[in-house]
């Protein structure tokens, strides 16, 4: 009875083993995974950065060259070069702290709706930003000038300018986005290999 006894603690013994050993490889799995998700998150924030600084190129060679605008508002020539110093300031951001959640959803979630709902924000108010003067005849006419880039409208840079600027903003937030959502995956990870471990320890202590 005694041998019978001793037989099945030993058994008892290597099948709690055996489950201690499978959540070691399920925690070092999950780690693992947290690690890949890290370095991924990283290139995914230093793309939207580097996506940013395009958009900051943009703006640049914006506030530069469209004499128009400027010459008409000079209210709108300031905000111009306001953006331009935003965009890089997120871009740097991005790029230098690809792990911080607050870096990335300023500079790349909250900057990219602001500044594309600013761009038509500025259509419906004619491009007067509050001057009402030198005003657009229409709606219609402002988003010619300033989304579409027509000439008869007086544009005078690339016509592609602002669109190819709101295609980059989307980039730099649908990225921004996936590094964030990765963020959250990883807490989530974290959270359940906490009570895991702090049982084992405790079956340790007993």
């Given at each position: 009875m005694s041998l019978f006894r001793q037989l099945e603690a030993k058994r008892r013994e290597r099948a709690f083993r055996k489950k201690l050993l499978r959540r070691e490889v399920e925690?070092?799995?999950?780690?693992?995974?947290?690690?890949?998700?890290?370095?991924?998150?990283a290139i995914l924030s230093r793309g939207a950065g580097v996506s940013m600084l395009v958009v900051f190129g943009f703006n640049v060679y914006i506030a530069l060259y469209d004499k128009t605008l400027s010459q008409l508002n000079?209210?709108?020539?300031?905000l111009n070069w306001l953006i331009v110093v935003i965009?890089?300031?997120?871009?740097?951001?991005?790029?230098v702290r690809p792990h911080s959640l607050t870096w990335v959803s300023l500079g790349?979630?909250?900057?990219?709706?602001v500044y594309i709902i600013f761009l038509f924000v500025d259509v419906e108010t004619l491009l007067c930003l509050g001057t009402y003067v030198?005003?657009?005849?229409?709606?219609?006419?402002?988003y010619d000038y300033l989304i579409l880039g027509s000439r008869v409208e007086g544009w005078v840079l690339w016509p592609y300018t602002i669109r190819v600027v709101i295609i980059l903003l989307i980039v730099v937030a649908v990225l921004a986005g996936?590094?964030?959502?990765?963020?959250?995956k990883d807490s989530v990870l974290r959270?359940?290999?906490k009570p895991e471990t702090?049982?084992?320890?405790?079956?340790?202590?007993n």
């Open positions: 925690k070092h799995s999950q780690l693992i995974k947290a690690g890949g998700h890290t370095t991924s998150r000079s209210l709108h020539y300031s965009d890089l300031v997120a871009a740097i951001a991005l790029v790349g979630i909250v900057w990219p709706l030198s005003c657009w005849p229409s709606v219609g006419d402002a996936a590094s964030l959502s990765m963020a959250y959270k359940k290999s702090n049982a084992k320890n405790q079956r340790t202590r």
